[in-house]
């Protein structure tokens, strides 16, 4: 959550909730162009200096959506959790499911993945909204791991985060092939989180 965030009121985290989603459908339409800050006050039915209060930037405007987004993933693990019995499995079904997610949405795949990639260091407020995306992709992949893990937990932790980030990035720029993201997560969570079994085979 953003310091922005935390000050809110209801009414005004309301506004900003209608911006978000507004901002969600036009880029599940059309993508990135679409995604216009007059076309996303007109859809949210505020005026469109309280869009520029929430968002500095249309890039900033979609990082939160992509945050959003993570968000919601948390909560749909949270009603049907994840399937393994160590950590390597639940991670790998976490992003499994993000993986189909972003599959069943495209144009708002390579908006968010367009605007994260598009951040400068010159929109401060840009910045901190996706540290926050970070953050929380972070807590979604510890989440899944539990109390579980080896001693560098939290380097894992960081670093499964930032595998993810980039393979999706790869893959939407047309760098990969999408069973490229994927073979690339797999081979990623092996090295980090090897399973029990394979454990076994190498004493």
Request: glycine residues 4%; neutral net charge; charged residues 25%.
């Amino acid at each position: 959550m953003t310091v922005l965030e935390k000050k809110l009121t209801p009414r005004q985290a309301q506004r900003r909730e209608a911006v978000i989603n507004a901002a969600m459908e036009l880029a599940l339409e059309g993508g990135y162009e679409a995604v216009q800050m007059r076309e996303v006050s007109t859809r949210a039915e505020v005026a469109l200096g309280t869009v520029y209060r929430y968002f500095s930037s249309k890039d900033q405007l979609l990082v939160g959506v992509l945050n959003e987004w993570v968000l919601e993933l948390q909560r749909r693990v949270d009603v049907r959790p994840l399937r393994g019995d160590t950590p390597a499995e639940r991670v790998h079904d976490v992003l499994r499911r993000a993986l189909i997610a972003l599959d069943r949405s495209p144009m708002l795949t390579e908006a968010l993945v367009t605007a994260l990639t598009s951040v400068s260091a010159a929109d401060p407020d840009a910045i901190a909204e996706t540290q926050v995306v970070y953050e929380n992709m972070q807590r979604l992949v510890a989440a899944a791991m539990g109390d579980e893990g080896p001693p560098e937990r939290e380097a894992i932790i960081r670093i499964i985060g930032s595998v993810w980030m980039a393979a999706l990035i790869a893959r939407t720029r047309g760098w990969a092939q999408p069973t490229e993201m994927r073979n690339d997560l797999e081979a990623a969570l092996q090295l980090l989180l090897p399973h029990k079994n394979n454990n076994r085979r190498s004493k």
